[in-house]
């Protein structure tokens, strides 16, 4: 996902860093103003969109009824997807999912599968053989740095505005009834991504941090504290004790989004 | 697929394997086990047995992914479709792209890319057996080809995961482990500058549990780095022998 960003700029970027500074006046762990705004799609069965400066993530959710799989037949299945739309930036291309995009879905979905966000066995209509199938297409519509965080909140956000139908068995067949159900949801995992720049660690990069940054590290934690996933990105390193402040920071950040947004 | 076992850990504290919890598996590693690549790698971590291949620096194609100012590491992680349990298709899953490139990144860091401008450095991981830890044996043998191609580089790169099964914290998570223990952390490191190059994890940990079980992983590596220096120069002490 290169683009251009000069030299100067760059180390500018680096040099303010160094001080604690950064050139859109935050401090090194603020994030950027957060919105989340749910049950945007009436189509879908559940979404939302969520702003992150001007980073913008939509996702939708949709269920449909499938095969469990054959290691956890009493569960409901989560898949989640995600496209860098060609409109969110000219660095996007469209054709197949590229590794960006692989691994943007796979992170936001690491995050609410290894949380136990959602009661999964909850989604088991005939074990073995029914569940529910719940897709989770993330959306990133404009990229201005930090997709992981704001496309985590956005399918977490959506997860939570999502409506389950009413349904009966019938002779083998599932009927669908009237009336909806909230997705069965017990945790709220927030993921907080650092950028390292200069040897220091800032939370929520924008695009410009992002250009600069040696290397990205994603820690989703949950409503109590725990770590529940982690990936490393980009072509530099951490020492150890970074990696163990940031999982400190990550979760303290995490409580105050979601005190932020009362969940 | 085999039954799941109900405890991980049994009344002694001996995992399914008869290994203590920060016991690593048998490894055993081979450097320069392919004619044609410029540097290869082989490694049998427990059951895992993976084959890596570095070629390079070389001519980049398509030429206008070529870099004016450094190299270009390529990497591909692949399973053989009869290395696991279910076959595995042989096109590239979604998984296998994902661990291509955090593996890639991985490695990124311990090569001086800037030496080789306009040049591609190709790494090509066959996974032949899989057996649990997969990305971390991968990422040890993979920084082995490249040494043995002869690439400068800051350190070997040595991965290795810990996790936690049951109750405990355990070291090098073997296939099962892995599938139903509680946490997965694997880790990259290059033990000369104390850098982590690659983390992971999925599961949940507390706070306390997630520094043990980096640090536990940290010293894994350290035990890894140790053969892999070994089988580095088993390789090249053999030659001396040879024109000697």
Same mark, same amino acid.
């Given at each position: ?16 860093? $160094? ?28 979404? $939302? *969109? ?12 949709? %269920? ?20 860098? @739309? ?26 609410? *599968? ?18 529910? @199938? ?17 496309? =985590?909140? $956005? ?21 669908? *009834? ?7 949801? *017990? ?7 650092? =950028?390292? %720049? ?7 990069? #924008? ?7 040696? =290397? ?29 402040? $940031? ?6 950040? =995490? ?7 009362? #969940? | ?12 504290? /001996?995992?399914? &394997?008869?290994?203590?919890?920060? !016991? ?7 450097? +320069? ?12 971590? +427990? ?12 001519? /980049? ?5 070529? /870099?004016? &100012? ?62 649990? +830890? ?20 800051? &350190? ?45 994890? &999925? ?5 306390? !549990? ?8 940290? !010293? ?6 140790? /053969? ?14 040879? !024109?000697?």
């Amino acid at each position: 996902m290169a683009s251009v960003i000069t030299r100067v700029k760059q180390k500018q970027i680096a040099q303010l860093i $160094a001080k604690g500074k950064r050139l859109d006046g935050r401090d090194l762990t603020d994030y950027r103003e957060v919105k989340v705004e749910q049950g945007i799609i009436e189509r879908a069965e559940g979404s $939302a *969109r969520v702003l992150l400066g001007k980073t913008e993530v939509m996702v939708g959710t949709k %269920i449909e009824i499938g095969e469990p799989f054959l290691d956890t037949p009493n569960e409901g299945v989560l898949t989640v997807n995600a496209e860098l @739309v060609p409109l969110a930036s000219s660095t996007f291309e469209p054709g197949p999912p590229d590794e960006n995009s692989i691994e943007l879905a796979r992170i936001v979905d690491r995050g609410v *599968r290894e949380s136990k966000a959602i009661d999964l066995e909850k989604l088991c209509i005939e074990p073995g053989k029914k569940v529910f @199938v719940i897709f989770v297409d993330v959306y990133v519509l404009n990229h201005d740095g930090n997709l992981i965080d704001a496309s =985590a909140l $956005a399918a977490l956000a959506a997860l939570l505005n999502t409506k389950m139908p009413n349904y009966e068995m019938e002779e083998g067949e599932v009927e669908t *009834r009237p009336g909806y159900n909230p997705l069965p949801m *017990r945790r709220h995992p927030i993921a907080v991504t650092f =950028a390292k %720049i200069n040897d220091k660690l800032i939370v929520d990069p #924008w695009l410009e941090e992002e250009q600069v940054m040696d =290397a990205r590290l994603t820690i989703a934690t949950d409503d109590d504290g725990n770590v529940c996933a982690i990936q490393k990105g980009g072509s530099g390193y951490f020492a150890p004790k970074q990696v163990l402040e $940031a999982a400190r920071i990550a979760s303290e950040k =995490a409580e105050e989004m979601r005190k932020k947004l009362d #969940w | 697929m085999s039954q799941k076992p109900e405890k991980l850990i049994d009344k002694k504290g /001996l995992r399914l &394997d008869g290994r203590k919890p920060n !016991e690593l598996r048998q490894i055993k590693i081979e450097v +320069g086990v392919l004619s044609n690549a410029d540097g290869s790698a082989y490694i049998e971590q +427990g059951k895992n047995k993976i084959l890596a291949a570095a070629f390079g620096p070389r001519e /980049l194609h398509p030429k206008h992914m070529a /870099l004016q &100012d450094r190299t270009v590491l390529r990497c591909r992680y692949h399973m053989a479709p009869f290395s696991v349990q279910e076959r595995k298709s042989p096109a590239p899953s979604r998984r296998e792209v994902e661990l291509s490139k955090v593996i890639r990144e991985s490695i990124e860091p311990s090569i001086f890319l800037e030496y080789y401008p306009r040049t591609a450095i190709d790494i090509f991981i066959e996974v032949l057996q899989a057996d649990g +830890g997969t990305r971390c044996a991968s990422i040890t043998a993979a920084s082995l080809a490249l040494a043995d191609a002869g690439i400068p580089m800051r &350190d070997l790169v040595v991965a290795c995961a810990a996790g936690k099964v049951d109750d405990t914290i355990v070291l090098d998570l073997m296939d099962t482990e892995d599938k139903i223990g509680t946490a997965d952390v694997p880790v990259a490191l290059m033990p000369n500058l104390n850098a982590i190059t690659l983390l992971q994890m &999925d599961g949940i940990l507390t706070q306390e !549990e997630f520094e043990r079980a980096v640090n536990l992983a940290i !010293e894994g590596c350290g035990k890894i780095y140790a /053969l892999q220096k070994e089988a580095l120069k088993t390789k090249y002490v053999d030659i001396k022998g040879v !024109e000697e």
